[in-house]
């Protein structure tokens, strides 16, 4: 069975950073591509970061790179989300999800996803 935890979220003042971690278990990184994904109240669920171990590939989305960083711990089978810079419209629930293809994880359509992370961006 596929299960994966986030934690790390929490209340933060704009400027400052978090690490997001979602801990996987029942795959492995070298067959399963991990999105991380955030949805703010009101608003539609978006893309936020993506990795494909296999390939040796990640993407940040475009308004977000440069405070943004995914990246991949192998040994406890776990996926960070660096997020740094942080800004009150950063505000959401962050999501990490998994799929065998590399697509649907692009396209937002992965078939495994974790319960959620919140994070407040706020003074």
């Known amino acids: 069975e596929v299960q994966l935890v986030e934690s790390g979220g929490g209340l933060v003042q704009p400027g400052g950073s978090l690490r997001l971690s979602c801990a996987a278990s029942g795959l492995t990184f070298d067959d399963h591509a991990i999105g991380w994904f955030r949805q703010a109240p009101g608003k539609e669920r978006e893309g936020v970061s993506c990795i494909a171990n296999r390939i040796g590939e990640s993407h940040v989305a475009d308004s977000l790179k440069g405070r943004f960083t995914i990246s991949i711990d192998n040994a406890k089978n776990t996926v960070y989300l660096q997020m740094n810079s942080l800004k009150p419209e950063d505000t959401a629930v962050y999501y990490c999800?998994?799929?065998?293809?590399?697509?649907?994880?692009?396209?937002?359509?992965?078939?495994?996803w974790g319960q959620g992370t919140q994070v407040t961006v706020s003074s």
């Open positions: 999800a998994a799929d065998t293809q590399d697509e649907s994880v692009v396209a937002g359509v992965p078939d495994y």
